[in-house]
């Protein structure tokens, strides 16, 4: 019998993605990678989750010793890319103000408006699901192979060759609920339960909650066997007695990954017309798990959703409404620009892609920098359309459930109805979601519009 072997906890899996983080994020990791090679140490695996290496106690030992060391190394991004709220603030010079002679920030968002929301984000993500950890090049073909290219609607495994399905076999964890033969309502996903968890935190301790709070809500109600990279991490990092935020440093390779802009909607949602505001709860729910770009993606994702809750029609201005939030010499607000740059530049989005692709060839396919900056493509490019936002961001790769989740959100709130989304998304989810999170199992899309209403914050 075989022992139980968890992924993305321990110190020999996690040393080879430290590795990669240290050199993208200004440190000089190569002497620490020679001595981890020469003691024949295995190298990350590119899909976050393969199956992991079995190594003697000592290499697991030193694995412990090399992350510590590495933690230790400085870096030369530092500076302009901190992870600390004033330090942060002061790297954006436009950051937005609130007005304090304002009666409100703004109208808030209509229940049918954050109905079309959180569609939105189940649909993108079930798009993004039968594909995700496929390389391009597979998704492409998938596509192609059954008539659905450019990507318009699901994905589906009826005439699809059978040495394609081979070659690039659907997410196995996903294709029994997410091809369109078989969708019957909204399965459970990562990128849905934790907007669920943000709607308990709001309601327990209200939009002053603190990182404090995040970990409590988490312990109580997240099963951990439902995190992931980053989150995992930090949830071991709780339990093991190492308190926020230092829960996001240690050990944590996935710190920059895409796990708290998933978390974002929710914050957006109930800012209304105050993207300050969003972006600062978003940072004191991502720095539980993150630092840096990972904590600005979340920033830039609640700015833009609350931007557009209140009242903003052009995801133009959204977008750049977002990036206000952001300093402005990261790499993350870079690789936004860039994005949407090309966006606007060439009418064929494939092109797009594959510039994009090309440019963050050194990332990890679940990295925040290439992921949001596909998401403010893809919404670019369509120019908020819902169908064209959610096929360009799953169509583009990477990690693909999150990014049609983050612009299924969007779209569908500059939607807003859910009469505005096409019925071939809509009726399939049979306003019905599944979840392991607290009482939530079954609930529908209308139920939780009616719940996130009443935390949308009051002048």
């Not at 308190?243 to 800012?271: C, K, M, Q, S, Y």
């Not at 004191?284 to 209140?310: Q, S």
Request: aromatic fraction near 6%.
């Amino acid at each position: 019998m075989t022992g139980l072997r968890l992924t993305w906890v321990q110190p020999e899996d996690l040393l080879g993605h430290e590795l990669r983080q240290a050199a993208l994020d200004g440190r000089e990791p190569s002497a620490i990678a020679a001595r981890w090679a020469a003691a024949g140490g295995p190298a990350a695996p590119e899909r976050a989750g393969a199956s992991p290496q079995t190594v003697s106690p000592y290499l697991r030992l030193l694995a412990e010793d090399l992350l510590d060391e590495l933690a230790d190394l400085p870096s030369a991004l530092s500076e302009r890319e901190p992870t600390e709220p004033a330090a942060i603030r002061a790297l954006c010079p436009q950051w937005p103000a609130r007005d304090p002679s304002a009666a409100a920030p703004s109208s808030a968002p209509s229940p049918e408006a954050l109905e079309a929301a959180w569609l939105g984000r189940a649909v993108g993500c079930l798009l993004g699901k039968p594909v995700e950890k496929l390389p391009l090049e597979g998704i492409r073909r998938l596509a192609r192979a059954t008539g659905n290219w450019p990507l318009r609607t699901w994905f589906t495994g009826r005439g699809l060759p059978t040495d394609l399905a081979a070659a690039y076999p659907w997410n196995r964890r996903s294709a029994a609920g997410c091809l369109a033969e078989n969708i019957d309502g909204m399965p459970e996903d990562d990128d849905l339960n934790y907007p669920l968890l943000n709607l308990l935190l709001l309601q327990r301790h209200g939009p002053g909650f603190t990182t404090d709070d995040v970990a409590r809500v988490w312990l109580d109600e997240l099963p951990a066997g439902r995190t992931f990279t980053a989150e995992r991490v930090a949830y071991r990092n709780l339990l093991s007695g190492i308190t926020p935020p230092r829960t996001a440093r240690h050990r944590n390779p996935f710190r920059e990954w895409i796990g708290a802009l998933i978390r974002a909607d929710v914050h957006g949602w109930t800012n209304p017309g105050d993207p300050a505001a969003a972006a600062e709860q978003a940072h004191r729910d991502a720095v539980l798990t993150h630092t840096a770009n990972g904590v600005y993606a979340a920033m830039f994702m609640a700015a833009v959703i609350a931007e557009a809750a209140g009242g903003a029609h052009d995801v133009h201005h959204c977008l750049g409404t977002g990036l206000r939030v952001v300093p402005a010499g990261s790499r993350l607000a870079r690789a936004v620009r860039h994005a949407v740059g090309l966006a606007g530049e060439h009418r064929d989005f494939d092109t797009v892609v594959d510039v994009l692709h090309a440019a963050h060839a050194g990332h990890h396919w679940v990295h925040a920098i290439p992921n949001t900056a596909l998401i403010a493509a893809a919404l670019t490019h369509a120019d908020g359309d819902f169908t064209g936002s959610v096929c360009r961001a799953v169509s583009g790769g990477w990690d693909t459930d999150s990014n049609g989740a983050a612009a299924g959100s969007v779209a569908g709130l500059l939607a807003g109805s859910p009469a505005a989304l096409d019925e071939r998304w809509t009726q399939p989810l049979k306003n019905r979601l599944a979840t392991s999170v607290a009482d939530f199992d079954g609930i529908g899309f209308d139920a939780l519009a009616q719940l996130t209403l009443r935390e949308i914050r009051q002048p």
